[in-house]
């Protein structure tokens, strides 16, 4: 298979090089593995405490996301953006969305900007920042492109992905915003079935984008694939399964299931990407300069309590991949994180992990579209709640002066 440029930049681990050398940062250990960490995470105290310095700095950070439950946490859930909420009131008479957007993209640049010397070393592999679009469109093809494309050319930078759901809707402004050159984070991808289609929709574009003219390795792409949900709804529904089961066998077989699907689903999808990466079509588009389309593990924090803090990152290790890590994983991972490359381990038994699944009448397919439409709405009431709080956030700011105007203490 033809691999990206990453390849001159992060040289692929020897299947002997397992293990952090003494003294060596795990999570900077991932790079010997091809592997990239983004911080899923982003919020102004970053910035102004110099801690995303340090951690692009020490740890070998290469990326950020952001999503609405990310901003709504930050901006809501804090007292960081006080101040500067109050000074864009001043200048602006804008409504709660507005506001939220003007707030987000400042900390896009203020990401973006300081990852960008991480843009230029890694020759255009990593150092992005991601900005979803509203919730509010996913099932809105024409919205979506609509309202990615504004934000695309109001954020102005070479180095951000804009990010859009990997709903049916969502495919068709996958294919045209890459057709357009925009950089996409495909978001809220959770079936290997879906994950083609996404894989597909990104060559299609950027097919397009090179027949008209444009140069493909100024084009990016990641395929955000979440993983610990899976084993939260599949663990429950086991759960639920075991209550009403007898049989010593057929409980045996639920109870191995347990905290094993979610790994087995990425594994599957790994080996897809590789699958991808042997298309005609791909070929055609790698030896134009075309990045690949690299799986990005999403929802990376051990739910739960009985699992290890940090599986979710040790069991999915392996090259073109990146692992976007909270920052309470990420210093977990840092104090205990063990090393191997683990992606392309025990394939089969991933396969025999869901054919059991299926075998027990758990689809995971109504799983996987399940957890999608769930994270939709997730994402709206996260919105919903920082929108409000932004609204009354400006109401109670707002006072009268002695001059009888309106003001902002």
């Not at 900077?28 to 919020?43: A, K």
């Not at 990997?166 to 925009?182: F, N």
């Not at 996404?198 to 993983?227: C, E, K």
């Amino acid at each position: 298979m033809t691999h990206s440029n990453l390849d001159a930049i992060v040289p692929l681990a020897a299947p002997h090089d397992e293990g952090a050398s003494e003294g060596e940062n795990p999570i900077r250990g991932l790079q010997r593995f091809g592997q990239s960490v983004w911080l899923d995470d982003l919020r102004r105290s970053l910035f102004t405490s110099g801690e995303f310095s340090r951690l692009i700095a020490e740890d070998g950070l290469r990326g950020a996301t952001s999503n609405p439950s990310i901003f709504e946490k930050a901006i809501a859930g804090s007292t960081d953006y006080l101040n500067v909420l109050q000074g864009i009131e001043r200048k602006h008479d804008a409504e709660p969305m507005a506001l939220y957007e003007a707030l987000a993209i400042r900390d896009i640049w203020g990401a973006a900007d300081l990852l960008r010397s991480v843009y230029d070393a890694t020759g255009r592999a990593d150092g992005y920042v991601s900005l979803e679009v509203s919730p509010y469109l996913a099932h809105d093809s024409q919205a979506t492109i609509e309202e990615a494309r504004r934000l695309w050319k109001a954020v102005n930078r070479d180095n951000v992905m804009i990010k859009v759901p990997a709903s049916l809707e969502g495919l068709p402004a996958i294919r045209q915003l890459t057709s357009e050159g925009v950089n996409v984070n495909i978001t809220l991808l959770f079936g290997i079935e879906r994950y083609e289609e996404v894989a597909h929709a990104y060559m299609d574009g950027l097919s397009t984008f090179v027949q008209n003219g444009g140069d493909p390795a100024r084009v990016s792409s990641v395929a955000s694939f979440f993983v610990s949900r899976i084993d939260t709804m599949v663990d429950g529904l086991i759960t639920k399964r075991l209550a009403a089961v007898t049989d010593a066998n057929a409980r045996a077989s639920l109870t191995g299931l347990l905290g094993t699907v979610a790994i087995a689903n990425a594994k599957l999808a790994y080996q897809r990407y590789l699958e991808v990466c042997r298309t005609t079509t791909w070929q055609r588009l790698a030896a134009s300069g075309a990045h690949p389309q690299r799986l990005l593990w999403a929802s990376t924090s051990t739910k739960n309590p009985q699992y290890r803090d940090v599986r979710y990152v040790e069991e999915l290790i392996g090259p073109e991949t990146i692992n976007t890590i909270t920052p309470a994983t990420l210093e977990a991972f840092r104090d205990h994180g063990r090393l191997r490359a683990s992606l392309g381990e025990h394939v089969t038994d991933a396969r025999r992990v869901i054919e059991t699944l299926e075998s027990t009448g758990i689809s995971l397919r109504d799983v996987t579209d399940t957890l999608l439409e769930d994270g939709v709405t997730a994402f709206i009431q996260a919105l919903d709640t920082l929108l409000a709080a932004i609204a009354n956030g400006r109401r109670s700011a707002s006072v009268r002066t002695p001059q009888g105007r309106p003001g902002v203490r």
